[in-house]
């Protein structure tokens, strides 16, 4: 473990340019600024200082190749997968890197691991700056050996001409060297990859077999206690009193009370629980909506926020003469990401400074979180994230952080605070529900004419349809919502692409044409098109299917990667059992960096898709969430994985897309239009079982 | 109290109430079997006890006191994975992996008793099992090919 207490030695913004080879010690490094980044993507906003820096590679005057970047690994396979582009555009083996990632004191700032940012965006310009260091120490050999530097060629971690060599640790020996991106630097194309594009085994798999890697939840440091939190009894609900005399149990028990906030500590966590058990405190609740009227109340309390000049008069207009018509509303329940690693932070105060270990997927967002709260320079403050127990869009806050940090603090010692189940569930955030009412029309050439859709709520993410629609109007209302929501895999995409593609496989029944080729008939989009055709082929759609099965096809497309999913169900009505037979995917987004971790990336998300496709929701009652368990709240299990085939399209031609979030929005609806196939029964919300077909049968 | 852990006897001091997880992660600081639910529900915190894996969440200490437990980090062998170990590496079988020692301990039992498991079979001894992340076919595969 790091140790701690040396936040001190950079900024709080992350290292700066300045002073990083005085942390570092000798060598050559290639620095990649925000300017750098900006060229590729201005969607950017909040910025640090221009030119500040966003990410580098540095090899050590001993040879030691080490990349910085503020982004951190959740499972997705990041340190894999980046370490790949770099060891390519270095020549070295990919093991020969050593990936320093989301620690505020020595990687550069970086806003966040989500949105699917990582692969299109740190990839390419790590690519460069890779590329950068390879060319300056090319030129560096080439004027040892007083030789064009068009003839020397780097190969294996060295640089070579003509029978003679230099081991990169030559070159760099004695060198205190900071460049900047060579924007002239030769990228190597997809097509000619060795390393990137090949399926390179986890980073450190041997030591997650082993049980060796150490989360967050997992780590001590001498003189450590434990902290639990008193928690109120729903959301809304405000402290009375509290009568905290009987929870000390023991003479190592503390307990921390500032204002509504308290907790107790312990040099065991079962002490700490039983503790905390002894508090009597009173509560003041108000009431809050629950589940029963929660589509209303999302409706009644919603913006009306206009995106620009609005069309609804004339989508109305065209809506009212057209031949085939259809007005839908779909229900989105709220969901939990259930990460199987829960919250935890281990916080360290040493003369003044704060060091927090803590599994998010913002660490810089939480070290500015942590300042606010103890009013403190964030010079002061390091947060650390070792590679975590998975986030899905649930680990952007760090309600640990502060929690352990506020103990800590207070009792003088350093302080762990693992979440329970029961708390994540609860005190986390969750992913929004949402209405969503749509009205679309088709001529009877089979052309959409009309296209209206709202989103009360659950986002805007993946809300634009694909499709020729004519003309569109398409808003999203945010609205005040009675849970705490936040960021998900996909975002609102999954509860938009849901309603898209229902009313898309509705509205191909009501004109009796074939829902793939009506599809393809309102689409554009060649890569969409590609998806849908190359998973319908793989699948098999247009062979005949048995008695009472039905097919179901879907597509979608957000953050410049494309799904395509096909389902077969069966649906036994006497038994109100659903079964979903086999799923088939085609997966595009663009050149291919590791396909084994790609294909993991695929599944899982189509997977953990399935719970949301069919039975995940979060059930609550006047702010009590009701099943806040792993018994009560149902996630995918063995049992429930159809058989899964995954094609993967390889752009070699265009640039690479994140794969963490797509996915996961295709699985639902091709679920949903297969299961209509097979009985006839159109189902409008998320979850679709186990409520749904009861229902209607 | 005593129990006896990957062959090796500890002697405990612990509050009431403690699960054989607590005693294992706190006390004697083998933290490679891990915390999920706290209610047996999700199979991250599985040991083999007398070989039968079993949550640790909610098994008391102190029931177990005359018993081989055996936890993830007792399954290398001078140096050399366990087989089922080997399997989920090369199959890259996880994404966060924070479910892979409960995975590994319920795989490990199942083939104790059955070496060759069917799908089905594998599906069933693996339902106590959670992995959120959901790489489900390649933890099948990894354990059909251990």
Redesign the interface.
């Known amino acids: 473990m790091n140790k701690p207490g040396i936040a001190d030695k950079t900024s709080g913004r992350g290292i700066s340019r300045r002073n990083f080879i005085k942390v570092l010690g000798g060598g050559v490094a290639v620095v990649l600024t925000w300017t750098d980044l900006n060229g590729l993507s201005r969607s950017l906003s909040a910025k640090p200082d221009e030119g500040s820096i966003a990410a580098w590679i540095h090899i050590h005057e001993n040879g030691k190749i080490s990349v910085f970047t503020g982004k951190v690994e ?4 990041i340190r894999t997968s980046l370490a790949q582009v770099v060891a390519e555009e270095l020549a070295v083996p990919v093991d020969s890197i050593d990936m320093i990632m989301g620690d505020t004191m020595l990687t550069p700032y970086d806003r966040g691991t989500y949105g699917s940012l990582t692969t299109p965006q740190m990839g390419p310009k790590l690519r460069k700056a890779a590329a950068s260091l390879r060319e300056a120490l090319a030129g560096m050999a080439a004027e040892q050996w007083k030789v064009d530097k068009q003839a020397v060629q780097a190969k294996d971690g060295r640089i070579t001409h003509a029978g003679k060599s230099l081991g990169y640790a030559e070159l760099t020996k004695g060198k205190k060297i900071v460049l900047p991106v060579n924007e002239q630097a030769a990228l190597t194309p997809a097509d000619k990859w060795t390393v990137a594009g090949t399926a390179v ?2 980073v450190n ?2 030591s ?8 967050v ?2 780590m ?1 440091v001498p003189g450590m206690v ?1 902290g639990k939190i008193l928690r109120a009894p729903a959301n809304g609900a405000s402290l009375v009193s509290a009568d905290v005399t009987k929870a000390k149990i023991s003479s190592a028990v503390t307990i921390v009370q500032e204002d509504d906030f308290i907790g107790v500590t312990a040099p ?4 700490a629980a ?1 503790a905390l058990a002894k508090i009597d405190a009173r509560w003041n609740t108000t009431p809050q909506p629950s589940r029963a009227e929660i589509f209303t109340y999302l409706k009644n309390n919603s913006e009306q926020r206009d995106r620009g000049e609005s069309k609804q008069e004339a989508a109305r207009q065209a809506f009212s003469t057209a031949p085939v018509q259809l007005r839908q509303n779909f229900e989105i329940q709220y969901i939990a990401h ?5 919250r935890a932070a281990l916080a360290v105060w040493e003369d003044g400074k704060l060091t927090v270990w803590t599994g998010t997927q913002r660490p810089f967002g939480v070290q500015e979180e942590l300042a606010r709260v103890f009013s403190m320079s964030k010079d002061n403050v390091r947060v650390i994230m070792p ?4 986030g ?1 869009g649930g680990k952007h806050s760090g309600e640990a952080a502060v929690e352990a940090a506020r103990l800590a603090k207070k009792t003088g010692k350093p302080v762990k605070v ?1 979440w ?3 708390e994540e569930f609860k005190w986390a955030y969750l992913r929004p529900g949402g209405l969503i009412e749509a009205a679309a029309s088709a001529g009877r050439d089979g052309r959409l004419t009309s296209w209206e859709f709202h989103n009360y709520n659950s986002g805007s993410a993946g809300i634009d349809t694909p499709y020729e629609t004519g003309v569109e109007h398409i808003q999203f209302h945010p609205s005040k919502t009675p849970l705490k929501q936040g960021s998900y895999r996909g975002l609102a995409a999954t509860a938009n692409i849901f309603a898209i593609e229902s009313v898309m496989d509705d509205l191909a029944r009501s004109l009796q044409r074939d829902p793939l080729e009506f599809r393809l008939l309102n689409l554009k989009d060649e890569r969409l098109k590609n998806v849908l055709q190359t998973a319908a082929t793989k699948f098999g759609w247009k062979e005949k299917k048995k008695a009472g099965h039905g097919y179901g096809i879907a597509c979608g497309f957000v953050k410049n990667s494309y799904i395509a999913m096909c389902a077969e169900v069966t649906y036994d009505p006497s038994a109100e059992q659903l079964k979903v037979l086999r799923l088939t995917a085609a997966y595009d987004c663009g050149a291919i960096i590791n396909p ?2 790609l294909e ?2 695929v ?6 898709g ?1 719970g949301g496709a069919l039975f995940e929701e979060i059930d609550f009652i006047d702010g009590r969430i009701l099943n806040p ?3 009560t709240y149902r ?5 429930d ?1 159809p058989p ?1 085939d995954i094609v993967l399209i390889d752009r070699k031609d265009l640039p690479s897309a994140g794969a963490g979030e797509t996915p996961i929005v295709g699985i639902a609806p091709a679920i949903r239009n297969a299961i209509v196939d097979a009985t006839g029964i159109k189902l409008h919300a998320l979850p679709l079982i186990p409520q749904g077909l009861r229902k209607t049968t | 109290m005593k129990i006896n852990v990957n062959a090796k006897d500890y002697t405990l001091d612990v509050p009431d109430n403690t699960s054989l997880l607590d005693a294992l992660r706190v006390h004697l600081n083998l933290t490679g079997t891990k915390y999920g639910c706290g209610e047996a529900a999700c199979g991250a915190c599985k040991v083999l006890i007398d070989g039968h894996a079993t949550p640790s969440c909610i098994t008391p200490v102190a029931s177990v006191q005359h018993k081989a437990i055996i936890t993830i980090e007792g399954l290398e062998k001078d140096g050399k994975l366990h087989p089922i170990q080997q399997a989920f590496l090369d199959e890259d079988a996880f994404q966060c992996a924070y479910c892979a020692p409960g995975m590994i301990m319920a795989a490990v039992a199942l083939k104790e008793k059955n070496p060759k498991p069917t799908r089905q079979e594998i599906v069933e001894a693996m339902q106590g099992n959670i992995c959120r992340c959901c790489t489900y076919p390649r933890i099948i595969n990894a354990i059909s090919k251990a």
């Not at chain 1, 996630?635 to 049992?639: D, K, Y």
Request: hydrophobic share 30%.
């Open positions: 959740v499972g997705q396979n085994p986890k798999g041997r997650f077999v082993t049980g060796k890697h150490q989360y939840s997992d001590a434990y065991d966590p079962q002490t039983n259930v990460p199987l690693e829960p590679d975590t127990g998975s899905y693992v329970t189940r029961e084994l971790h993991n990336q599944m899982g998300c189509i997977l953990q399935l368990s792993l018994s996630v995918p299990r063995f049992a994985i899964l």
